[in-house]
Structure formats: C-alpha cells, structure tokens
C-alpha cells in the first residue's frame, strides 16, 4: 500500500516538473521578458543591466530551480495585462470557478448517475430510448451553443433568470460567495446547468454503458440462478460492480468541468479563472497563462491521485496481501 | 449470457461468391440498412458535406465579395417571417451578409479543419502507437508516458495552450495566415493519445503472433511488416475512434473560434459565425446565431451518430 | 414421479436471418437423487436446455415450444418472481467458470450468507455459521478465516468448491451443473467431481450434468442423454449407452475415444463436422454423416425407438418388433 502510494507521488511529481518546465519555457521563450518591463527609450545599457538584475543571463538550470522555487510559492510575477501580482489575481477570481464548478458537478452526478442506472436496468424501455437519444445530443451540443440557447429562452425571451456575471456577492473572509444571496443563486442557475449538461450526459452515458457490461457477466448470472431478489442483483450487485470503474472515470470527468469553465464563464462572462485565463491568452499575458497552467496540472495531478486511491479502496483484488493463492483477474 | 452457450459460428452464414455481393450482404452493411437512424444520419452527414464542398457554387450570395453587400439589407430576418425578403431565407447579419451562404462557407472551414485534424491526429497517433507497440523497451516507455501525462488534462484545454503559444510566438502579421494551420496543428495534438493506445495495442498483441515472428526470422523489414501486418488489423478501431473524434475535433474547432482563438476572421467557421451573431441575441436578432448554430448541431449529431453506428457494428462482442 | 421432466422443448433463436431452432424437441426426465448427464458436441444445445430448466433464457432466446415440469408442476410459464423463488431453493445451478462465478467485490461469506439468507428464516449470525460449515463441507481448509476471503484469494480448484457450496447451500433438489470442470485442471477435475458426487449422494439432490466429457459421464452418471444439433440422439441408462450405443453417433462417440493400452492405430474420428444452426439437413440431422444412412433417414426426422435397454433417435431401430412394442 505504502509502495503503491510512494510510486503514485513520484509520478505526480514528475508531471509537475514537465508541467513547469513547458510554464518556464513559455516564460523565457515567448516573446522578451524584458520588453513588456521598459518603455521603448530604455538604453540598451539599461536593458543589459535589467537582465543581469533579473538574473536572466543564469545557466538555464538555475533559472529553472528558481522558476520552480517560486511557482512552489505561487509567485509568478506581474501580469502584463493588468500590472498586477498574478496570484492575486488568480486568488480573487477561484472562488466564482470553484463554486461553479461544484454546482455543476453536483447537477452532473445528482443527475447522471440516477439516469444512467435506470437506462442500464430498463434497456429496451421507452423513457431509457427517449433517454439515450436525447443525450446524443447532448454530447454532441458544444458547450458554449448549450450556453447560448439557454440565455436564449431563459434570459431573452422569458427573463426569468440573468445571463451574465455573478450577482452580488457576500464577503466571507477571503472567500466571496455567491451562494448566500437568491440573486446570486439565480445567477448561477443558467451557467451551473450549462457547464453540467455536458458533463451529465456523459456520466449518464458510461454508467449505462458500464451497467450493461456487468450484467452480462457470470456472477449476475448466477446470483440470479442463486434466486437472489431482483434488487439484490441489480442494486446490491451489479451497481457496485458498476461504480468500481465509473467513480475512477467521473473523478477525471469532473475535473475537467474546471477547464471547461473557460467557455462557459466566456458565454456568460463569470468573473471566475477561466475568462481570466482567455482574456491573458488572447492578449499574451504570458504570466497569467503559465500560472493557470501551473495551477490547472495541480489540479488534475491531485485528482488523478485521489481517484487512484479511490480505487484502491473500493477493488478489493488491488489490495493483493501476502500469502494468498493465485492472482487476481476478472 | 445464454448466447454464448453457442459456438461462436454458429449463425454465422457461409459468405456467397462475388466482392460486391458480399459487402452488401456483410453485417456491416446489414445493420446499417436496419437502422433507420443511421441512415438518416448518413444522409444529413451527406447532404452537408456536399453542400459545403459546393459552396462557392451553390450559395444565393458570396458573403466575401463586399460589392455585393448592401447595407441596407443588414438585419433582415428569415424569409419566412415578417419583414423576410426571399433573397435571405435564413435572414441576413449586421452587415447585409446572407445568412446560408455564411453558413455554407463556414461549414466549410469547419468541415476543412475536422477532417485534416483528424486526418492529423491519427497519422501521428498511429505511427507513435505502432513504434511504441512493435518496438516496446525504451521507445514504448517514452511514448505511454507522454501519453499518460496528456491524458490527465482536458484535450480543449491543450488546444488551448498550443493556439495560445503559438500566438504568442508568432509575429502579429503572421497570425490570420497561419491561424488556420495552428487550429488543426492545435487539435490534432490534443487528440492522438486514442489512437496511440488503440494501435500499441493491436500491434503488441500481434507482434506475438507466430506469423510474425516467422517474418522478422525470414529478415522481412520491419516497415513491411508493420504496414502489411498489424497495421490492417488495427484499422478497424482506428476508424471508429477516427468518426467519433470527427464530431470532436468539429465541436472543438467550434469552441475555439467562438473564443476568439480559433479560425481567423477572414475564413470564419461556424464557430466564428456563432460568436458573431451572440452579440445580436439581446436585440431580437436571433438568426444570425442560431442558424449556424443548428448546422452546427446537426454535423455534429449525425457523424456521432455513424461513429455509433461503426462502433457497435464493429464490436464483435455484441454480434 | 420424476422430478424434472421436459417434454419436447424447443427454443427458437430469431435471427436477422430466420428463426433457428437451437434445441428442437428434447424430452427427458430425471428422478430424485439421480443423475443424468447430457454430453454433446459444443454448440449441441447442452447448455441452453440447462439455463431453460432454471428459467434463465436471455431474449432473443424463448422457449417456443413444449413444457418443464418440475415436480408435477410446469415451471415454464411462471412469472418472474415466482421462478426467482425456486431457483436456486429447488434448482440450483454450477458454471463452467468458477473466476467469474463469483463476484470480485464481496467475499466469499458475504455472497454466501446473502444466498442463504434470501431463502431461510436464518439470522444473519446463524447464516454466517452455516457458511463456514459449508466451506467446511466442500473441502476449503480454515474455513472460519478463509469465510472472510475474497474469491481472487483462491485458486481455480478452491474457487469451483466455492461455486458448489453456493449452488447446494439452500439444499436444492436437483442441481444443474454447466460443464463444471471444463475449465479446471485435469488434476483437480477428478477432485471436483469426486466432491459433487458424494454431496449430492449425501443430500439426496439430482443432477443435470453437462458436459462434453464422456468420461466424467462414464463415472458420475446414472443415465446419459446424447444431443446432436439441438436434439437427443440417444437416451439411456448409462452402461447400456456406452456398451451398446444405439444410435450410430452415439457409436462414434465411443469408438474415437482412445483407449490406453490395446492395439495402436489410427484415432478413428467421424467424419464432418456438426452441422450450423441454420443447416440442419432434413429428416436426420445427422445422416450426412452417418455410415448406415439410407433412403429414410434423408425424408424423416427419426422418432425416439427403443433399442434394448436405451431409445436412439435412428431409423434403423423401426424393425418390425419394435413397432408392435
């Protein structure tokens, strides 16, 4: 267990290190750091000392270590779009990201999985077909067309609920939230639904998918020939067995709702990280593109890792201990 | 299940005489002849992409010619509605541009960029796959690391990155010409991994095969028994995974442009279109948004549709 | 009263193609604590006829034709739930693969005591008790630690007694067990084997058993039902089958299996192969390949004769004698 654990670590670190490099390569590469610093007069006496102070004219490991050291701290230098601390910037907008992307990610799974189970269970059924086709759909509406609509009957032609920004907010410390305020909260309806849907139709998609295959095994087979009730059978055998892998692929799912924020807070303009990150990419603020970068392979390295410890608890044929028998296998 | 109890040629017919006659009366072609969904998706996959090659000759209007746009025209609505004009069915924009003939030009580029992502994606993905499954040790290590770490993230958010760098990197003048090749080069990088996996697969399970070892022991070169060996069996899948990527790429593509990433806006795709027309969507002027945006959908749904299709008639589990 | 009796069952498979009659008028009957095997070819409709027996026909596949009657009553035709009761309480049933019999995610106690639970008034306490007895019974060694066990934990032979302690742990009466062996090896097939036979001797249930083994057949069986393209050849107390097989498959049967010892020659094989669902010949389906086929057998599907001490589905038996009888 502990082997297993110390090996995933490695692994995250590694990835970071990539991650970090390609976020130093950005920095150092694209375009001159130094030009977005001085004005157009600056001597080039000037600039060659601004570099030497900078210490831009270090071997390249050195200026990596230190690159690294102070990405560790979330120190990325100013933005060059807004000439501010880019971690504070960041810092303000996560809280709209992260609360968005959590109702989304509820609605996705509160709604997926149920709708999932019950297409899987009731194969042939009519509501399960309806179902199914109505979620082809889904995946194959973009994002942002799926944002567009829903401001079209939702805002446009019915005003029930507001198709841009976060309403007003309530300060909790360093956290503000949107989520105490009914305005808020209508605020956050059109955007939340816009960012799950997707989502949703394909948690929706794989539990089916996953339920099917687990009932055609033999174990279902022959808890059935053991007359086991049907809700044993469906419920307390082939769900579990169905979850084992779909909670490993709807953790990943799910994180990536936080990178597809970017186009539904560019639909509904959310002040949250992603429009941020799209406002530094269309004016190549390179700062801000490899912190979110950065923090974005944090993200996903830290999900990647729970998911796998998720499953190390949940699949018992993981946990091989010493002295037993033959392997495992399915 | 109870069916496997048979053996697994037991419904199977002996197949008649005759190339032709055979692909008809294969399950392939069977099943797509029984499902009326497929069909109609094939259809509408059809119609569009033909119209789309056939634009420049079938649109009512060249939306690029700026002589012949009129500002007066700007803002009419579709044709059938009050205050239409029969010479835009599907209205026109802010500009007096045409709305179909934007839409066919646009599907255009959308179709342009899908296709040559994908065609992108796969080459590079086959060929990592093949190197990485028939040569394995260090070259397999490297490959299915990269893989690995590409996996973890969203492919939209490397596209992301990739048109974002490049952007960066190149000089300002060069961004509207080379947009359209950083866009394809963009997704195509995000979607290799599928296929790199499938491939490695195919080719590590058929490098074991005795008929190949017996080819390397005769010298027969490596490239000609990659591509005349493992590479056929592996194609079934690569296809599959080619179409439902297609939907992909095209979705993808979409969302870039409407970003402002994407396409530049001399060639705009259905993307570009749509993000266009959002600005008009409060003002009452919904068509210049939603039409594109439909068409869009409608790609989309039928090629996933036939990807499907393929998918479920290729699987040999399910026959 | 026999206590299972199938009476001219067909099962039809609807195909893109047609329908196709993958068992086609099969009828036998097995008494109480007896054990009937049913040995064929793969794809003869062994197995299929088991899972109708239990009820556990997966559409496409329905029953078309004919009845099941267990104890008197017809089971065929019973709803969902009221077949949920007898399976596994009356009927119990064994696969072939005792890997994938068993579910990874619970252990071995747990599918146990929820099997037993399900069909006794027992407490939980009490079932887990009757667990560890069971494994006890099947030959698992510590079985109050190893009821705690997972199935990957055991090997395929551990596994397969497992398998049996779930099939038998209600007390069925007549079990009905799908190639039980097959995937084992030789060496622990005997063992298993061995094992069902004496607790089914012991618990006085009736077996169906499955198999393309003629020689577990020899060993276990008390009556032998030979299927051939989803029909019984020959039907029979088994040494009167063996010794004297009447119908001329049955007669192939027995002479391509080797014998240790005695003259070497060549294996002698019948020639052909088992006919596809879709190709059944007319009249028998097995004259194509028989040596003794004539001009009837091309015409007419054989009706079950008596030849001695068996019935054979061959027209060579319609002697003069037998029509009378």
Not at chain 1, 96 to 115: D, K, N, Q, W
Not at chain 2, 277 to 300: K, Y
């Amino acid at each position: 267990m502990i082997a297993f654990i110390v090996q995933r670590l490695v692994q995250s670190v590694i990835v970071m290190l990539t991650v970090a490099f390609v976020a130093f390569a950005l920095f150092n590469f694209v375009g001159d750091p130094i030009a977005n610093v001085v004005g157009q007069d600056t001597s080039l006496e000037d600039r060659a000392k601004l570099r030497e102070s900078l210490g831009l004219n270090d071997p390249f490991v050195v200026q990596f270590a230190r690159f690294v050291g102070r990405a560790a701290q979330g120190e990325f230098g100013l933005s060059y779009q807004h000439a501010r601390p880019v971690d504070e910037l960041i810092l303000e907008r996560m809280p709209a990201t992260l609360e968005l992307s959590f109702v989304a990610a509820l609605l996705a799974l509160l709604i997926g999985v149920p709708m999932g189970v019950y297409t899987g269970l009731h194969r042939r059924g009519s509501l399960s077909r309806l179902l199914m086709t109505v979620s082809l759909i889904g995946v194959s509406l973009p994002t942002f067309l799926i944002g567009i609509l829903l401001i079209l009957v939702f805002s446009v032609q019915l005003g029930w609920l507001p198709s841009f920004g976060r309403g007003p907010t309530v300060d909790l410390g360093w956290w503000q939230t949107g989520l105490l305020t009914s305005e808020g909260l209508k605020a956050l309806i059109l955007p939340a639904v816009t960012l799950g849907l997707f989502q949703m139709t394909l948690i929706m998609r794989l539990v089916r998918a996953e339920m099917l295959e687990v009932l055609r095994t033999d174990y279902i087979k022959f808890a059935r020939a053991r007359g086991l009730t049907n809700r044993a059978v469906n419920f307390g055998h082939a769900l579990k067995n169905t979850m084992v892998p779909v909670i490993t692929i709807t953790g990943l799912q799910l994180g990536s709702i936080i990178a597809f924020s970017i186009i539904t807070e560019t639909v509904f303009q959310w002040p949250g990280m992603g429009l941020l990150f799209i406002q530094a990419v269309l004016f190549a603020d390179i700062p801000v593109m490899a912190a979110y970068l950065v923090l974005m392979a944090f993200f996903f390295v830290v999900i990647n890792l729970i998911v796998d410890l998720l499953y190390y608890v949940v699949d018992p044929r993981l946990r091989i201990d010493r002295g037993t028998a033959a392997g495992h296998g399915h | 299940m109870a069916i496997d109890a048979l053996p697994p040629d037991a419904t199977a017919r002996p197949r008649p005489a005759g190339r032709f006659r055979r692909l008809i009366d294969s399950e392939l072609a069977w099943s797509f002849r029984h499902s009326p969904a497929t069909i109609a998706a094939a259809v509408v996959t059809l119609v569009l992409v033909l119209s789309a090659l056939l634009a420049p000759w079938i649109a009512p209007q060249d939306p690029f010619d700026l002589a012949t746009l009129d500002l007066f025209d700007a803002f009419t609505p579709p044709a059938w509605t009050e205050g239409g004009d029969p010479r835009f069915l599907l209205g026109a924009d802010d500009q007096g541009r045409d709305v179909l003939s934007a839409i066919l030009h646009g599907m255009r580029v959308s179709l342009f960029v899908g296709f040559t992502s994908v065609l992108f994606a796969a080459v590079v993905g086959v060929t990592l796959g093949l190197l990485a499954g028939y040569l394995g040790g260090w070259v397999d290590s490297v490959i299915m690391r990269m893989a690995d770490v590409q996996l973890s993230f969203p492919a939209i958010l490397i596209a992301l990155l990739i048109d974002g760098v490049a952007r960066s990197v190149l000089p300002r003048d060069l961004h509207a010409d080379t947009a359209l090749y950083v866009v394809v080069l963009a997704i195509g990088l995000s979607y290799w991994v599928q296929y790199a996996r499938t491939v490695r697969g195919s080719a590590l399970v058929e490098r074991s095969k005795d008929y190949v070892q017996a080819a390397r022991v005769i010298g027969v070169h490596p490239l000609r028994i990659l591509a005349h060996h493992i590479l056929p069996n592996a194609i079934g899948p690569v296809l599959v995974i080619a179409t439902i990527n297609l939907a992909l790429a095209i979705i993808t593509e979409a969302t870039l442009s409407f970003l402002g990433l994407g396409v530049p806006p001399t060639q705009p795709s259905l993307g570009t279109l749509i993000r266009v027309g959002n600005d008009f969507l409060f003002s009452g002027e919904w068509w210049i948004t939603i039409f594109p945006g439909i068409a869009l959908v409608a790609l989309a749904l039928s090629v996933n549709l036939l990807g499907d299709w393929l998918r479920d008639a290729l699987n040999p589990k399910l026959r | 009263m026999p206590l299972l009796e199938v009476q001219d069952l067909r099962i039809e498979l609807p195909t893109r193609r047609g329908t196709l009659a993958a068992v086609d008028g099969v009828s036998f009957a097995i008494e109480p604590g007896k054990v009937l095997g049913v040995v064929g070819e793969s794809g003869a409709g062994k197995s299929l006829t088991g899972t109708a027996v239990i009820g556990l026909l997966e559409p496409p596949l329905r029953i078309a034709g004919g009845r099941i009657l267990f104890d008197g009553r017809r089971i065929d035709n019973l709803p969902y739930e009221q077949m949920r009761r007898i399976r596994g309480r009356e009927i119990g049933a064994i696969f072939q693969d005792p890997l994938t019999s068993l579910n990874p995610l619970y252990t071995v106690g747990r599918q146990l005591t929820e099997t037993i639970l399900t069909h006794t008034e027992m407490t939980p306490t009490q079932a887990r008790r009757r667990a560890v007895e069971l494994l006890g019974e099947v030959g698992i060694p510590s079985p109050e630690q190893r009821v705690d066990a997972y199935p990957h934990q055991f090997s395929g032979g551990m596994r397969q007694r497992v398998v049996i302690a779930l099939a038998l742990c209600v007390n069925p009466r007549l079990v009905i067990a799908d190639e039980p062996t097959t995937a084992l090896d030789v060496s622990i097939q005997a063992q298993i084997i061995a094992l069902l036979k004496r607790l089914c001797r012991e618990h006085g249930t009736a077996v169906m058993l499955v198999t393309h083994d003629m020689g577990v057949i020899a060993e276990t069986a008390d009556d032998v039902a030979v299927m051939y393209a989803g029909r019984i050849a020959e039907i029979g107390p088994v040494r009167d089958v063996v010794k004297n097989p009447g119908h001329p498959y049955t007669a192939g049967l027995m002479a391509s299996i080797p014998a240790i010892g005695g003259p070497r020659d060549r294996l002698r094989q019948i020639d052909g192969s088992m006919p596809r669902l879709f190709e059944i010949p007319q009249g028998c389906a097995f004259h194509p390949r028989c040596p003794h086929a004539f001009a009837r057998c091309t015409a007419e599907r054989p009706e079950a004769l008596p030849t001695g001490r068996t019935l054979a589905a061959c027209w060579l038996h319609d002697t003069p004698e037998a029509v009378d009888a």
